[in-house]
Protein backbone atom coordinates (compact mmCIF):
# COMPACT_ATOMS: atom_id res chain seq x y z
CA UNK A 1 0.00 0.00 0.00
CA UNK A 2 1.06 3.48 -0.33
CA UNK A 3 3.02 5.27 2.08
CA UNK A 4 1.07 7.23 5.35
CA UNK A 5 0.46 10.43 4.32
CA UNK A 6 2.77 12.45 6.78
CA UNK A 7 6.22 11.36 7.81
CA UNK A 8 7.49 11.65 11.30
CA UNK A 9 10.18 9.74 12.25
CA UNK A 10 13.72 11.09 11.14
CA UNK A 11 17.56 10.23 11.54
CA UNK A 12 20.80 12.23 11.45
CA UNK A 13 23.75 11.84 13.17
CA UNK A 14 23.45 15.17 13.92
CA UNK A 15 20.82 14.30 16.67
CA UNK A 16 23.59 12.04 18.64
CA UNK A 17 23.63 12.77 22.21
CA UNK A 18 20.30 14.45 22.37
CA UNK A 19 17.39 12.88 24.07
CA UNK A 20 14.58 13.38 25.44
CA UNK A 21 11.41 16.13 24.79
CA UNK A 22 13.37 19.05 22.28
CA UNK A 23 11.80 21.96 19.72
CA UNK A 24 11.94 22.49 16.55
CA UNK A 25 13.15 25.39 15.17
CA UNK A 26 14.18 26.90 11.93
CA UNK A 27 14.82 30.58 13.14
CA UNK A 28 16.10 32.19 15.94
CA UNK A 29 12.68 33.29 18.01
CA UNK A 30 13.51 35.45 20.68
CA UNK A 31 9.62 35.06 21.66
CA UNK A 32 9.61 31.94 21.93
CA UNK A 33 11.16 31.44 25.79
CA UNK A 34 10.40 27.81 26.34
CA UNK A 35 12.25 25.41 28.56
CA UNK A 36 13.02 22.68 25.98
CA UNK A 37 16.13 22.18 24.26
CA UNK A 38 16.24 23.64 20.85
CA UNK A 39 17.46 22.01 17.60
CA UNK A 40 17.94 24.50 14.67
CA UNK A 41 17.08 22.71 11.40
CA UNK A 42 18.17 24.31 8.22
CA UNK A 43 18.54 27.87 9.71
CA UNK A 44 19.39 30.58 7.02
CA UNK A 45 21.56 32.16 9.89
CA UNK A 46 23.92 31.32 12.29
CA UNK A 47 21.67 30.48 15.62
CA UNK A 48 24.56 30.72 17.81
CA UNK A 49 27.56 28.99 19.66
CA UNK A 50 26.71 25.96 21.53
CA UNK A 51 23.57 25.06 19.85
CA UNK A 52 22.44 22.00 17.44
CA UNK A 53 21.94 23.35 14.14
CA UNK A 54 22.09 21.97 11.00
CA UNK A 55 20.65 20.82 7.72
CA UNK A 56 18.10 18.10 7.22
CA UNK A 57 15.77 18.46 4.10
CA UNK A 58 13.35 15.53 5.16
CA UNK A 59 13.11 16.81 8.64
CA UNK A 60 12.74 20.32 7.57
CA UNK A 61 10.17 19.01 4.93
CA UNK A 62 7.75 17.51 7.69
CA UNK A 63 8.05 19.93 10.57
CA UNK A 64 6.84 23.36 11.38
CA UNK A 65 8.68 26.08 13.63
CA UNK A 66 7.96 25.24 17.07
CA UNK A 67 7.23 21.48 16.55
CA UNK A 68 8.48 19.26 19.54
CA UNK A 69 10.50 16.01 18.57
CA UNK A 70 11.33 13.21 21.14
CA UNK A 71 14.84 12.31 20.51
CA UNK A 72 16.59 9.15 21.62
CA UNK A 73 19.84 9.91 21.93
CA UNK A 74 21.14 8.12 18.69
CA UNK A 75 20.09 10.00 15.98
CA UNK A 76 16.50 9.03 16.26
CA UNK A 77 13.86 11.93 16.43
CA UNK A 78 9.89 11.37 16.16
CA UNK A 79 8.34 14.53 15.55
CA UNK A 80 5.55 14.00 18.52
CA UNK A 81 3.71 17.55 18.20
CA UNK A 82 3.37 19.44 14.59
CA UNK A 83 2.04 22.03 13.56
CA UNK A 84 1.23 20.17 10.18
CA UNK A 85 0.17 16.61 11.64
CA UNK A 86 -4.36 16.73 11.29
CA UNK A 87 -4.22 15.15 15.43
CA UNK A 88 -1.34 15.57 17.88
CA UNK A 89 -1.56 12.82 20.61
CA UNK A 90 1.20 12.22 23.50
CA UNK A 91 1.92 8.87 25.53
CA UNK A 92 1.96 9.31 29.05
CA UNK A 93 1.58 5.81 30.16
CA UNK A 94 1.98 2.23 28.72
CA UNK A 95 0.25 1.24 31.84
CA UNK A 96 -3.49 -0.06 32.09
CA UNK A 97 -6.16 -1.82 34.56
CA UNK A 98 -8.03 -3.44 31.64
CA UNK A 99 -6.22 -5.34 28.92
CA UNK A 100 -8.67 -5.14 26.05
CA UNK A 101 -8.72 -8.00 23.80
CA UNK A 102 -7.94 -5.51 20.98
CA UNK A 103 -5.78 -3.37 22.75
CA UNK A 104 -4.04 -1.23 19.42
CA UNK A 105 -1.37 -0.11 22.29
CA UNK A 106 -1.08 -2.93 24.56
CA UNK A 107 0.10 -2.09 28.13
CA UNK A 108 3.30 -2.77 29.80
CA UNK A 109 3.56 -2.51 32.96
CA UNK A 110 6.92 -0.09 33.18
CA UNK A 111 8.15 2.72 35.58
CA UNK A 112 7.16 5.33 33.15
CA UNK A 113 5.97 8.18 35.10
CA UNK A 114 8.45 10.16 33.56
CA UNK A 115 6.60 10.58 30.58
CA UNK A 116 4.07 12.69 32.28
CA UNK A 117 6.96 15.40 32.62
CA UNK A 118 7.93 15.04 29.19
CA UNK A 119 4.25 15.49 28.13
CA UNK A 120 3.91 18.55 30.35
CA UNK A 121 7.27 20.38 28.73
CA UNK A 122 6.09 19.60 25.44
CA UNK A 123 2.56 20.95 25.72
CA UNK A 124 4.38 23.97 27.84
CA UNK A 125 6.45 24.73 24.36
CA UNK A 126 4.06 23.92 21.69
CA UNK A 127 1.58 26.18 23.46
CA UNK A 128 -1.41 25.17 21.10
CA UNK A 129 -4.83 26.36 20.23
CA UNK A 130 -5.69 23.12 19.02
CA UNK A 131 -6.84 19.84 21.06
CA UNK A 132 -3.83 17.62 21.94
CA UNK A 133 -4.89 14.35 22.43
CA UNK A 134 -3.24 12.25 25.98
CA UNK A 135 -3.18 8.20 25.42
CA UNK A 136 -1.80 5.39 27.45
CA UNK A 137 -2.26 3.02 28.64
CA UNK A 138 -4.35 4.58 31.72
CA UNK A 139 -3.32 7.98 31.69
CA UNK A 140 -5.53 7.81 34.84
CA UNK A 141 -3.95 5.00 36.40
CA UNK A 142 -2.14 6.98 39.63
CA UNK A 143 -4.78 9.78 40.13
CA UNK A 144 -1.82 12.02 41.78
CA UNK A 145 0.09 11.87 38.03
CA UNK A 146 -2.51 13.22 35.97
CA UNK A 147 -3.85 16.23 39.32
CA UNK A 148 0.17 17.02 38.95
CA UNK A 149 0.01 16.95 35.17
CA UNK A 150 -2.72 19.65 35.13
CA UNK A 151 -1.32 21.42 38.04
CA UNK A 152 1.79 22.21 36.45
CA UNK A 153 -0.01 22.91 33.12
CA UNK A 154 -1.98 25.39 35.11
CA UNK A 155 1.17 26.74 37.02
CA UNK A 156 2.22 27.83 33.68
CA UNK A 157 -1.09 29.59 32.70
CA UNK A 158 -1.35 26.94 29.63
CA UNK A 159 -4.91 25.96 27.97
CA UNK A 160 -3.76 24.14 25.29
CA UNK A 161 -7.49 21.96 25.53
CA UNK A 162 -7.43 18.22 25.92
CA UNK A 163 -8.59 15.62 24.74
CA UNK A 164 -7.83 12.46 27.04
CA UNK A 165 -8.49 8.68 26.49
CA UNK A 166 -9.60 6.62 29.13
CA UNK A 167 -11.51 3.50 30.57
CA UNK A 168 -12.91 6.09 33.37
CA UNK A 169 -12.31 3.64 36.34
CA UNK A 170 -10.36 6.47 38.19
CA UNK A 171 -13.77 8.51 38.25
CA UNK A 172 -15.87 6.02 40.17
CA UNK A 173 -13.81 7.84 43.12
CA UNK A 174 -16.19 11.01 43.48
CA UNK A 175 -13.79 12.71 44.37
CA UNK A 176 -10.89 12.44 41.77
CA UNK A 177 -13.65 13.20 39.88
CA UNK A 178 -14.36 16.61 41.30
CA UNK A 179 -10.60 17.40 42.01
CA UNK A 180 -10.57 16.63 37.65
CA UNK A 181 -13.02 19.26 37.14
CA UNK A 182 -11.87 21.73 39.14
CA UNK A 183 -8.29 21.81 37.79
CA UNK A 184 -9.52 22.17 34.84
CA UNK A 185 -11.72 25.49 35.24
CA UNK A 186 -10.25 27.30 32.31
CA UNK A 187 -9.38 24.43 30.03
CA UNK A 188 -11.41 22.62 27.49
CA UNK A 189 -11.01 18.93 28.61
CA UNK A 190 -12.60 16.35 26.71
CA UNK A 191 -12.27 12.41 28.38
CA UNK A 192 -13.47 9.74 26.03
CA UNK A 193 -14.42 6.44 28.00
CA UNK A 194 -15.10 3.04 25.93
CA UNK A 195 -18.46 1.14 26.78
CA UNK A 196 -18.59 -1.84 25.35
CA UNK A 197 -21.57 -3.34 26.46
CA UNK A 198 -25.03 -2.55 28.81
CA UNK A 199 -23.87 -5.54 31.03
CA UNK A 200 -20.97 -6.29 32.98
CA UNK A 201 -21.03 -9.68 31.03
CA UNK A 202 -19.87 -8.10 27.57
CA UNK A 203 -17.98 -5.34 28.21
CA UNK A 204 -15.49 -7.33 31.12
CA UNK A 205 -14.83 -10.16 28.69
CA UNK A 206 -13.88 -7.38 25.74
CA UNK A 207 -11.67 -5.45 28.30
CA UNK A 208 -10.36 -9.08 29.88
CA UNK A 209 -11.32 -7.26 33.56
CA UNK A 210 -13.78 -8.14 35.84
CA UNK A 211 -15.30 -5.30 37.75
CA UNK A 212 -14.02 -2.67 34.73
CA UNK A 213 -17.70 -2.22 33.98
CA UNK A 214 -19.18 -1.65 37.15
CA UNK A 215 -16.54 0.85 37.61
CA UNK A 216 -16.77 2.37 34.29
CA UNK A 217 -20.49 3.01 35.04
CA UNK A 218 -20.06 4.68 37.86
CA UNK A 219 -17.14 6.72 36.61
CA UNK A 220 -19.69 7.69 34.18
CA UNK A 221 -22.31 8.64 36.09
CA UNK A 222 -19.55 10.83 38.68
CA UNK A 223 -17.52 12.04 35.69
CA UNK A 224 -21.07 13.60 33.98
CA UNK A 225 -22.24 14.94 37.43
CA UNK A 226 -19.19 16.86 38.04
CA UNK A 227 -19.62 18.28 34.34
CA UNK A 228 -16.38 16.65 32.71
CA UNK A 229 -17.15 16.19 29.25
CA UNK A 230 -17.16 12.40 27.98
CA UNK A 231 -17.30 11.43 24.29
CA UNK A 232 -18.51 8.15 24.55
CA UNK A 233 -16.44 5.22 22.64
CA UNK A 234 -18.13 1.86 21.21
CA UNK A 235 -15.97 -0.16 19.28
CA UNK A 236 -18.13 -3.00 17.52
CA UNK A 237 -17.00 -6.81 17.77
CA UNK A 238 -18.64 -9.96 17.71
CA UNK A 239 -19.49 -9.90 20.84
CA UNK A 240 -21.57 -6.52 21.01
CA UNK A 241 -22.46 -5.32 17.27
CA UNK A 242 -25.90 -5.97 18.08
CA UNK A 243 -26.35 -3.93 21.35
CA UNK A 244 -24.54 -0.72 19.92
CA UNK A 245 -28.36 0.75 19.96
CA UNK A 246 -29.07 -0.49 23.10
CA UNK A 247 -25.65 1.08 24.24
CA UNK A 248 -25.93 4.75 23.05
CA UNK A 249 -29.90 4.19 24.78
CA UNK A 250 -28.40 3.79 28.07
CA UNK A 251 -25.52 6.19 28.34
CA UNK A 252 -27.76 9.12 26.84
CA UNK A 253 -31.03 8.55 29.00
CA UNK A 254 -28.61 7.53 31.90
CA UNK A 255 -24.98 10.09 32.06
CA UNK A 256 -24.62 13.44 32.15
CA UNK A 257 -22.48 15.29 29.55
CA UNK A 258 -22.20 12.98 26.94
CA UNK A 259 -21.37 15.70 24.39
CA UNK A 260 -20.52 12.83 21.39
CA UNK A 261 -20.90 9.05 20.82
CA UNK A 262 -17.98 7.46 18.91
CA UNK A 263 -18.79 4.62 16.96
CA UNK A 264 -15.14 2.82 15.50
CA UNK A 265 -14.43 0.24 13.19
CA UNK A 266 -11.46 -2.24 14.79
CA UNK A 267 -7.62 -1.49 14.13
CA UNK A 268 -5.94 -4.11 12.86
CA UNK A 269 -3.07 -3.76 15.52
CA UNK A 270 -1.73 -4.74 18.96
CA UNK A 271 -3.87 -7.41 20.37
CA UNK A 272 -6.71 -6.93 18.38
CA UNK A 273 -4.68 -8.93 15.10
CA UNK A 274 -4.14 -11.76 16.95
CA UNK A 275 -7.94 -11.64 18.19
CA UNK A 276 -8.99 -10.52 14.96
CA UNK A 277 -10.45 -13.62 13.94
CA UNK A 278 -12.89 -13.93 17.30
CA UNK A 279 -13.69 -10.22 17.18
CA UNK A 280 -13.82 -8.53 13.65
CA UNK A 281 -17.55 -8.19 12.35
CA UNK A 282 -17.68 -6.95 8.87
CA UNK A 283 -19.96 -3.29 8.88
CA UNK A 284 -21.62 -5.26 6.56
CA UNK A 285 -23.44 -7.53 8.64
CA UNK A 286 -24.57 -4.78 10.83
CA UNK A 287 -25.63 -2.42 8.61
CA UNK A 288 -28.82 -2.21 10.09
CA UNK A 289 -27.93 -1.77 13.83
CA UNK A 290 -25.06 1.32 12.65
CA UNK A 291 -28.47 2.89 10.93
CA UNK A 292 -30.62 2.68 13.16
CA UNK A 293 -27.82 3.93 15.94
CA UNK A 294 -27.04 6.83 13.90
CA UNK A 295 -30.91 7.91 14.12
CA UNK A 296 -30.48 8.18 17.59
CA UNK A 297 -28.18 11.35 17.54
CA UNK A 298 -31.36 12.89 16.69
CA UNK A 299 -33.48 11.81 19.33
CA UNK A 300 -31.16 12.47 22.28
CA UNK A 301 -29.52 15.70 20.62
CA UNK A 302 -26.15 13.93 20.51
CA UNK A 303 -23.24 13.90 17.13
CA UNK A 304 -23.08 10.08 16.56
CA UNK A 305 -20.29 9.60 14.41
CA UNK A 306 -18.33 7.26 12.59
CA UNK A 307 -14.82 6.74 12.54
CA UNK A 308 -12.56 4.57 10.52
CA UNK A 309 -15.68 3.11 8.08
CA UNK A 310 -13.94 3.59 4.63
CA UNK A 311 -17.73 5.08 2.69
CA UNK A 312 -17.74 1.96 0.65
CA UNK A 313 -18.22 -0.08 3.65
CA UNK A 314 -22.08 1.54 5.34
CA UNK A 315 -24.91 2.58 3.87
CA UNK A 316 -25.04 5.51 2.15
CA UNK A 317 -27.87 7.04 4.17
CA UNK A 318 -25.36 7.46 6.72
CA UNK A 319 -22.15 8.33 4.90
CA UNK A 320 -22.44 11.68 6.77
CA UNK A 321 -22.01 10.49 10.39
CA UNK A 322 -18.78 8.88 9.08
CA UNK A 323 -15.06 10.97 9.65
CA UNK A 324 -12.01 11.28 8.25
CA UNK A 325 -11.10 9.63 11.42
CA UNK A 326 -7.52 7.85 10.89
CA UNK A 327 -4.26 9.63 12.12
CA UNK A 328 -2.60 10.88 9.33
CA UNK A 329 0.74 8.49 10.32
CA UNK A 330 -1.11 5.76 9.66
CA UNK A 331 -3.41 6.72 6.63
CA UNK A 332 -3.27 5.20 3.54
CA UNK A 333 -5.82 4.52 0.63
CA UNK A 334 -5.31 1.65 -1.81
CA UNK A 335 -4.72 2.13 -5.29
CA UNK A 336 -8.52 1.36 -6.02
CA UNK A 337 -9.90 4.39 -3.98
CA UNK A 338 -8.09 7.01 -6.62
CA UNK A 339 -10.57 6.38 -9.17
CA UNK A 340 -13.24 6.75 -6.22
CA UNK A 341 -15.18 9.96 -6.87
CA UNK A 342 -15.93 10.08 -2.56
CA UNK A 343 -12.08 9.56 -1.90
CA UNK A 344 -11.74 13.69 -0.76
CA UNK A 345 -14.30 13.02 2.26
CA UNK A 346 -13.58 8.95 2.86
CA UNK A 347 -11.45 8.09 5.62
CA UNK A 348 -9.35 5.36 3.80
CA UNK A 349 -7.81 2.58 5.92
CA UNK A 350 -4.93 2.45 8.45
CA UNK A 351 -1.50 1.55 7.24
CA UNK A 352 -1.60 -1.64 9.28
CA UNK A 353 -4.53 -3.28 7.40
CA UNK A 354 -3.49 -6.83 6.06
CA UNK A 355 -6.75 -8.62 5.10
CA UNK A 356 -8.65 -8.52 1.46
CA UNK A 357 -11.63 -6.92 3.10
CA UNK A 358 -9.65 -4.09 3.52
CA UNK A 359 -9.88 -3.60 -0.45
CA UNK A 360 -12.44 -1.51 -1.14
CA UNK A 361 -15.72 -3.12 -2.70
CA UNK A 362 -15.78 -3.59 -6.49
CA UNK A 363 -18.52 -1.07 -7.06
CA UNK A 364 -16.29 2.07 -6.69
CA UNK A 365 -18.76 4.93 -5.36
CA UNK B 1 2.17 -44.39 6.60
CA UNK B 2 3.64 -43.61 3.35
CA UNK B 3 1.47 -40.41 3.97
CA UNK B 4 3.26 -39.74 7.20
CA UNK B 5 6.35 -40.36 5.78
CA UNK B 6 5.63 -38.12 2.65
CA UNK B 7 4.40 -35.38 5.20
CA UNK B 8 7.60 -35.65 6.96
CA UNK B 9 9.96 -35.31 3.99
CA UNK B 10 8.16 -31.89 2.78
CA UNK B 11 8.71 -30.85 6.69
CA UNK B 12 12.58 -31.53 6.11
CA UNK B 13 12.61 -30.22 3.08
CA UNK B 14 10.45 -26.66 4.42
CA UNK B 15 12.73 -26.50 7.26
CA UNK B 16 16.14 -26.91 5.34
CA UNK B 17 14.27 -24.11 3.27
CA UNK B 18 13.91 -21.83 5.85
CA UNK B 19 17.18 -22.62 7.32
CA UNK B 20 18.49 -21.48 4.03
CA UNK B 21 16.92 -18.16 4.18
CA UNK B 22 17.95 -17.90 7.84
CA UNK B 23 21.23 -18.03 6.85
CA UNK B 24 21.34 -15.92 4.16
CA UNK B 25 20.05 -13.55 6.58
CA UNK B 26 22.88 -13.87 9.28
CA UNK B 27 25.47 -13.62 6.14
CA UNK B 28 23.23 -10.07 5.33
CA UNK B 29 23.33 -9.19 9.13
CA UNK B 30 26.58 -9.66 9.07
CA UNK B 31 27.62 -7.85 6.04
CA UNK B 32 25.62 -4.90 7.89
CA UNK B 33 26.87 -5.35 11.02
CA UNK B 34 30.25 -4.63 9.18
CA UNK B 35 29.07 -1.74 7.65
CA UNK B 36 28.49 -0.13 10.59
CA UNK B 37 31.27 -1.20 12.70
CA UNK B 38 32.62 2.41 12.99
CA UNK B 39 29.33 3.05 15.18
CA UNK B 40 31.11 1.59 17.73
CA UNK B 41 33.32 3.98 18.08
CA UNK B 42 30.96 6.57 18.16
CA UNK B 43 29.06 7.51 21.30
CA UNK B 44 25.35 6.71 21.12
CA UNK B 45 24.00 7.54 24.43
CA UNK B 46 22.94 10.99 25.86
CA UNK B 47 25.88 11.27 27.33
CA UNK B 48 25.55 13.60 30.44
CA UNK B 49 27.32 11.21 32.34
CA UNK B 50 29.45 8.14 32.32
CA UNK B 51 27.47 5.99 34.13
CA UNK B 52 24.26 4.43 33.72
CA UNK B 53 22.18 5.74 35.55
CA UNK B 54 19.81 3.24 37.56
CA UNK B 55 16.16 4.49 36.13
CA UNK B 56 17.67 4.27 32.62
CA UNK B 57 18.94 1.09 33.25
CA UNK B 58 15.45 -0.34 34.13
CA UNK B 59 14.13 1.06 30.78
CA UNK B 60 16.49 -1.18 28.23
CA UNK B 61 13.71 -2.06 26.21
CA UNK B 62 12.44 0.74 24.92
CA UNK B 63 15.06 1.98 22.69
CA UNK B 64 13.47 -1.75 20.97
CA UNK B 65 9.89 -0.76 21.61
CA UNK B 66 9.33 -0.14 17.93
CA UNK B 67 9.81 -4.07 17.36
CA UNK B 68 7.00 -4.69 19.71
CA UNK B 69 4.43 -3.07 17.50
CA UNK B 70 6.11 -5.23 14.16
CA UNK B 71 5.70 -8.30 16.22
CA UNK B 72 2.95 -10.06 15.00
CA UNK B 73 2.25 -12.05 18.27
CA UNK B 74 1.75 -8.36 19.85
CA UNK B 75 2.68 -9.85 23.06
CA UNK B 76 5.03 -8.59 26.18
CA UNK B 77 8.15 -11.28 25.37
CA UNK B 78 10.74 -9.11 25.33
CA UNK B 79 12.28 -7.93 22.70
CA UNK B 80 15.35 -10.27 21.66
CA UNK B 81 18.72 -8.69 21.29
CA UNK B 82 18.88 -7.23 18.40
CA UNK B 83 22.41 -8.08 16.60
CA UNK B 84 22.96 -4.65 15.28
CA UNK B 85 23.07 -2.22 17.96
CA UNK B 86 23.64 1.10 16.21
CA UNK B 87 21.83 0.66 12.69
CA UNK B 88 20.56 4.31 11.70
CA UNK B 89 17.07 5.34 11.26
CA UNK B 90 14.73 1.94 11.25
CA UNK B 91 12.04 3.30 10.00
CA UNK B 92 9.28 2.28 12.12
CA UNK B 93 6.81 5.06 12.84
CA UNK B 94 5.27 4.39 16.47
CA UNK B 95 4.14 7.69 18.15
CA UNK B 96 2.30 6.02 20.80
CA UNK B 97 5.49 4.39 21.83
CA UNK B 98 7.74 5.15 24.75
CA UNK B 99 10.26 7.75 23.45
CA UNK B 100 13.48 6.02 23.58
CA UNK B 101 15.84 6.48 26.56
CA UNK B 102 19.57 5.67 26.50
CA UNK B 103 20.32 2.51 27.16
CA UNK B 104 24.06 2.57 27.13
CA UNK B 105 26.09 5.12 28.61
CA UNK B 106 30.14 5.74 27.70
CA UNK B 107 32.59 6.82 29.88
CA UNK B 108 33.67 10.05 28.86
CA UNK B 109 31.71 12.30 31.33
CA UNK B 110 30.93 15.64 29.88
CA UNK B 111 31.35 17.78 33.27
CA UNK B 112 33.04 20.55 31.47
CA UNK B 113 29.87 21.14 29.36
CA UNK B 114 27.44 20.66 32.59
CA UNK B 115 29.51 23.38 34.42
CA UNK B 116 29.57 25.45 31.75
CA UNK B 117 25.91 25.51 31.08
CA UNK B 118 25.64 25.57 35.07
CA UNK B 119 27.42 28.76 35.07
CA UNK B 120 25.10 30.61 32.66
CA UNK B 121 22.54 32.47 34.64
CA UNK B 122 19.76 31.72 32.49
CA UNK B 123 20.50 28.02 31.69
CA UNK B 124 20.69 27.34 34.87
CA UNK B 125 17.84 28.57 35.86
CA UNK B 126 16.06 26.64 33.10
CA UNK B 127 17.61 23.43 34.21
CA UNK B 128 16.57 23.94 37.93
CA UNK B 129 13.18 24.59 36.57
CA UNK B 130 13.00 21.83 34.25
CA UNK B 131 14.29 19.77 37.66
CA UNK B 132 11.26 21.35 39.54
CA UNK B 133 8.35 20.50 36.86
CA UNK B 134 9.64 17.10 36.46
CA UNK B 135 10.04 16.35 40.41
CA UNK B 136 6.54 17.50 40.35
CA UNK B 137 5.12 15.53 37.98
CA UNK B 138 6.67 12.61 39.75
CA UNK B 139 4.54 13.62 42.97
CA UNK B 140 7.71 14.61 44.86
CA UNK B 141 8.02 18.01 44.69
CA UNK B 142 4.99 20.39 45.63
CA UNK B 143 6.99 23.81 45.55
CA UNK B 144 6.69 26.93 43.18
CA UNK B 145 8.05 26.44 39.54
CA UNK B 146 10.49 29.22 39.62
CA UNK B 147 13.97 27.37 38.56
CA UNK B 148 14.98 28.68 41.83
CA UNK B 149 16.77 26.10 43.89
CA UNK B 150 16.21 26.63 47.15
CA UNK B 151 15.73 24.21 50.10
CA UNK B 152 12.35 22.44 49.64
CA UNK B 153 14.03 22.00 45.47
CA UNK B 154 17.36 20.67 47.18
CA UNK B 155 15.24 18.02 49.54
CA UNK B 156 13.06 16.70 46.54
CA UNK B 157 16.20 16.05 44.76
CA UNK B 158 17.80 14.38 47.25
CA UNK B 159 14.32 12.13 47.91
CA UNK B 160 14.00 11.24 44.07
CA UNK B 161 18.16 10.57 44.81
CA UNK B 162 17.22 7.90 47.56
CA UNK B 163 14.09 6.17 45.88
CA UNK B 164 16.26 5.15 42.71
CA UNK B 165 19.48 4.64 44.82
CA UNK B 166 21.49 7.11 43.75
CA UNK B 167 24.31 9.10 46.33
CA UNK B 168 22.37 12.22 48.26
CA UNK B 169 24.35 15.25 47.31
CA UNK B 170 24.20 18.81 47.64
CA UNK B 171 24.38 19.87 44.34
CA UNK B 172 22.57 18.68 41.06
CA UNK B 173 24.71 16.50 38.62
CA UNK B 174 25.00 14.88 35.89
CA UNK B 175 23.91 11.60 37.04
CA UNK B 176 20.70 12.95 38.52
CA UNK B 177 19.62 14.89 35.10
CA UNK B 178 20.27 12.53 33.21
CA UNK B 179 17.40 9.58 34.90
CA UNK B 180 14.93 12.81 35.16
CA UNK B 181 15.61 12.75 31.29
CA UNK B 182 17.06 16.85 31.17
CA UNK B 183 19.31 16.95 28.38
CA UNK B 184 22.18 19.76 29.44
CA UNK B 185 21.65 22.43 27.14
Not at chain 1, 223 to 242: C, D, H, K, M, V
Not at chain 1, 346 to 358: L, R
Not at chain 2, 35 to 41: G, I, K, S, T
Request: glycine fraction near 6%.
Amino acid sequence: MNSPLRQDLFYNDSLKDIFGPVQILKRKDSDLGSMLPKIYINSIVDCGVDVVQFNDEMINQWTTHGDIGYADGKGKIRVALSQSANANTLLVTERCDNLCLFCSQPPRNVNDEILFAYAAQSIIAFNSKKVIGISGGEPLLTPNYIINFFTILNQFENKTPLHILSNGRAFSRKKFANDFHELNKERFVMVGVPLYGTTSKVHDRLVNSHGAWSETIAGLINAGNAGIEIELRIIPTQYNFSEISSIIELAASCFNHIASISIMNLEQTGWAKRNWSELYVEPESYQDELVKSCQMSKRFGIDISLFNYPLCHIPHEIHHHAKKSISDWKNVYTDTCDSCILKSNCGGFFSSVKDKWTHPEERIL
Amino acid sequence: MKKVNGLVKLFTGFAALSANANASEDVKMAEDSARFDFLDEVETAPLNTGELPIYLAAHRSHASHASHRSSSGGGYRAPAKPKLKTVPSPVYSDPLGQPSRPNETIPSADENNFKKVMSDKEKRKNIILRVQLTLSALNLYKGKLDGIMGKETRDAVNLYRMNIGQQVKEKLDIEVLNSLGILIQ
